[in-house]
T-cell receptor, first 116, second 115 residues
Framework: EAGVAQSPRYKIIEKRQSVAFWCNPI?????LYWYQQILGQGPKLLIQ??????VDDSQLPKDRFSAERLKGVDSTLKIQPAKLEDSAVYLC?????WGQGALGYTFGSGTRLTVV | AQKVTQAQTEISVVEKEDVTLDCVYE???????LFWYKQPPSGELVFLIR??????QNEISGRYSWNFQKSTSSFNFTITASQVVDSAVYFC????????????FGKGTTLSVSS
């Protein structure tokens, strides 16, 4: 089966610019997650969707980050305006959901963002 | 609070040595899932294993084995006869309802295997 698709693979922007990342989860996966992985650390959850509703966005810096999941499938994560500390790899993941025992939890290849 | 601790930041071994990566977790949930992921230099997260809290049976897959002990809240990972290709960052992660089912990662252990 096809995996979790993310684009772009790399992005370099100047601080205060805006950027958007796209994610297409595995077909049939109800739950979609965006994680931020700063160099040298483990991934940290930014936001979790169940279908097209937000389940948890408690760690999303809402003054600059936003995310949506249209029609419960694809998702976009936006940063506006970007700061130097936003430099990280942004990982999208999807799973069948908790009722399935977090089965099928799969990560995309990530988008590496560099803010200069 | 939910937490995953990987106390070993970096481990260096020589090929063919056995190595164990430690993972200690905290949760009050009685139902939870534990994971191990490998992150090679290319950056992608490679799934290694998923274990639910009701299954304490140890698992072996080729050179990899996992020791799950609820009594000590540990889920350790052993690589037997390590190879250079095993060099990567290894993450232990926890998923439980209290955390909204997202994965809570440890800080990772960097394993370097030299020839």
């Amino acid at each position: 089966e096809a995996g979790v698709a993310q684009s772009p693979r790399y992005k370099i922007i100047e601080k205060r610019q805006s950027v958007a990342f796209w994610c297409n989860p595995i077909s049939g996966h109800a739950t979609l997650y965006w994680y931020q992985q700063i160099l040298g650390q483990g991934p940290k959850l930014l936001i979790q969707f169940q279908n097209n509703g937000v389940v948890d966005d408690s760690q999303l810096p809402k003054d600059r980050f936003s995310a949506e999941r249209l029609k419960g499938v694809d998702s976009t994560l936006k940063i506006q305006p970007a700061k130097l500390e936003d430099s990280a790899v942004y990982l999208c993941a999807s799973s069948l959901g908790w009722g399935q025992g977090a089965l099928g939890y799969t990560f995309g290849s990530g988008t590496r963002l560099t803010v200069v | 609070a939910q937490k995953v601790t990987q106390a070993q930041t970096e481990i260096s071994v020589v090929e063919k040595e056995d190595v164990t990566l430690d993972c200690v977790y905290e949760t009050r949930d009685t139902t939870y899932y534990l994971f191990w992921y490998k992150q090679p230099p290319s950056g992608e997260l490679v799934f290694l294993i998923r274990r639910n809290s009701f299954d304490e049976q140890n698992e072996i897959s080729g050179r990899y084995s996992w020791n799950f002990q609820k009594s000590t809240s540990s889920f350790n990972f052993t690589i037997t006869a390590s190879q250079v290709v095993d060099s990567a960052v290894y993450f232990c992660a926890l998923s439980c309802r209290q955390a909204g089912t997202a994965l809570i990662f440890g800080k990772g252990t960097t394993l370097s295997v030299s020839s």
